[in-house]
């Protein structure tokens, strides 16, 4: 990806659905971050699930406050490239938003994903209740199982819970809706995820 150095800027419409990027969220809605390598194809893969209501990109799970596009491609900021995504668990649950994220990236790559290198495209998830917690720690066990049958490693995402988000400057927000023909270097393992809903 181009190591850029923009300012961070208020993007407040999603390109592709229309929707605010900007909270409040309509009621019932909840909100997981997912870092799976380069937000470009990341976000990609969530913002048509139905009840996905709206995604965003950005930087979370390190420590500068505010940081810009440039400074965490230098890994100095211990961020992660994170996708927000806010949906309606009525309509789509989180065991199958986590389901597209085990099956869209390999979480056994450390700081890396690809040909990306760096600790920015590590793999994390950020929660946001007790529960959400729960859910993901045993979606990441059954995952390892499943991962360790197809003779792969140990997965390295690390989760962790109530992370402030950054949101990415605007040129970021749905990157491949408004460049078609753009980078994405994410590829899977091949593993069909086994993530039973929860009742």
Partial sequence: MPQTDLPPTNA?????????LQPPWPDNMQVIGLAMGCFWGAERLFWSIPGVHVTRVG?????QENPNYGQVCQKITGHTETVQVV???ARVSL??????FWEGHDPTQG???GNDRGPQYRSMIFTQSSQQQDITEASQQRVQVQLREMGLGSITTKIELNAKFWM???????????NPGGYCGLSGTGLVCDIPVSA
């Fill in 12 to 20: 407040q419409t999603h390109f592709v659905n229309g929707q605010s």
């Fill in 59 to 63: 930087y979370q799970g390190g420590h």
């Fill in 87 to 89: 949906f309606d668990p």
């Fill in 95 to 100: 065991e199958q938003l986590l389901s597209v």
């Fill in 111 to 113: 700081d890396a994903q």
């Fill in 168 to 178: 990415a400057e605007e040129e970021h927000q749905q990157y491949l809706a408004k």
